[in-house]
């Protein structure tokens, strides 16, 4: 069992950053492929960005590439998704999940077996 808790989700202006932190619990991290899902008001669960257990493999929505980085540092047990340039239309929940396959990290949330609890993120001025 992995217990994932988000942090680091608050207001920020147009154009900001912010970077936020998913903390597992559990000696298993390091084997798990890791996700960051959003979902805003009124939308559907999105994938936002997911890397693999050794870290070599990312991906990224179309509209987050280029704006946010998602990292891992296995020795914390802590997966990160640095957001740059945030616009509006990045408000919403963010979740972290982790996916105990061993396959490569996957966009769907049906992938993922553990999720923490979220974290708002609201981009406004």
């Known amino acids: 069992q992995v217990q994932l808790v988000e942090s680091g989700g608050r207001l920020v202006q147009p154009g900001g950053s912010l970077r936020l932190s998913c903390a597992a619990s559990g000696r298993t991290f390091s084997s798990y492929s890791m996700g960051w899902f959003r979902q805003a008001p009124g939308k559907e669960h999105e994938f936002v960005a997911a890397?693999?257990?050794?870290?070599?493999?990312?991906y990224y929505e179309a509209s987050v590439k280029g704006r946010f980085t998602i990292s891992r540092d296995n020795a914390k047990n802590t997966v990160y998704l640095q957001m740059n340039s945030l616009k509006p239309e990045d408000t919403a929940v963010y979740y972290c999940a982790a996916d105990r396959s061993r396959l490569p990290p996957g966009t769907s949330s049906s992938a993922y077996d553990y999720w923490g609890q979220g974290t708002q993120v609201t981009v406004s001025s």
């Open positions: 890397i693999s257990w050794t870290g070599a493999t990312t």
